[in-house]
């Protein structure tokens, strides 16, 4: 049961345009969802992150929208830059109850490539 | 350096061996994740030990296993190797706040 789904393994941007990557769950006990970003050879660092209690967070040419009645979020990158070519994971995280273990449910992660 | 070692970054080995993978937390963190990133698969969670104590388990084979030490690093132990155990192994580790996780760079594992 994937809780966290991205169901485009893979984007092409060209430099300078705008890329959205796009994130679906299911479980609304969720209480904050966050990107990461992995290069090759290296693990996964983390972007930008959004509190379900807010729609939309920004932070320089990167914004992430919530979309919470229809379970979606989305990573925006404008403008686009060949640097910008990894791997991005959407998480989203279990709140804390009493008893339980705050954790990470990670999509499957989407190729982006921005062309020159 | 994210502040998270993990060591070796490669490890070959045949299969039916057994072979442990360490990974040192970031400062002042006390939980340690574990997971494996199969080809073309998305990060999947192993297990989560805080201050010792193993706090979650997700899908963990009965051949793994892990611990953390006292002094806070983890070791992830797999045993009976298969070829499928083939995968980087990521080690993460996190104060709780809301930028979620620190990864270390992985290790490669191949099961030959």
């Known amino acids: 049961d994937q809780q966290v789904k991205q169901n485009s393994p893979s984007l092409s941007v060209q430099e300078g345009r705008i890329s959205i990557l796009n994130c679906d769950y299911t479980n609304s006990m969720f209480d904050y969802f966050l990107w990461y970003k992995k290069y090759p050879a290296e693990g996964p660092t983390f972007l930008i992150s959004i509190s379900s209690i807010k729609d939309k967070n920004e932070d320089g040419r990167f914004t992430v929208f919530l979309n919470k009645s229809a379970k979606h979020l989305s990573l925006h990158i404008v403008p686009s830059q060949p640097g910008d070519s990894a791997v991005y994971f959407c998480?989203?995280?279990?709140?804390?109850?009493?008893?339980?273990?705050?954790?990470?449910?990670f999509g499957s992660g989407t190729q982006l490539t921005v062309l020159p | 350096d994210s502040g998270v070692t993990q060591t070796p970054k490669h490890l070959i080995t045949a299969t039916g061996q057994r072979v442990t993978l360490r990974c040192s937390p970031r400062?002042?963190?006390?939980?340690v994740y574990w997971y494996q990133q199969s080809l073309d698969q998305g990060l999947q969670f192993l297990i989560q030990?805080?201050?010792?104590?193993?706090?979650a388990k997700g899908n963990i084979l009965e051949r793994f296993s892990a611990q953390q030490f006292p002094d806070l690093h983890s070791e992830l132990n797999l045993s009976s190797l298969e070829l499928g155990d083939s995968a980087l192994y990521f080690c993460a580790s996190s104060d709780g706040g809301s930028h979620g996780y620190t990864f270390g760079s992985g290790t490669r594992l191949t099961v030959v």
């Open positions: 030990y805080y201050n010792g104590e193993e706090r």
């Open positions: 998480a989203a995280r279990t709140p804390l109850f009493s008893g339980s273990a705050r954790q990470l449910t």
């Open positions: 400062s002042g963190d006390l939980s």
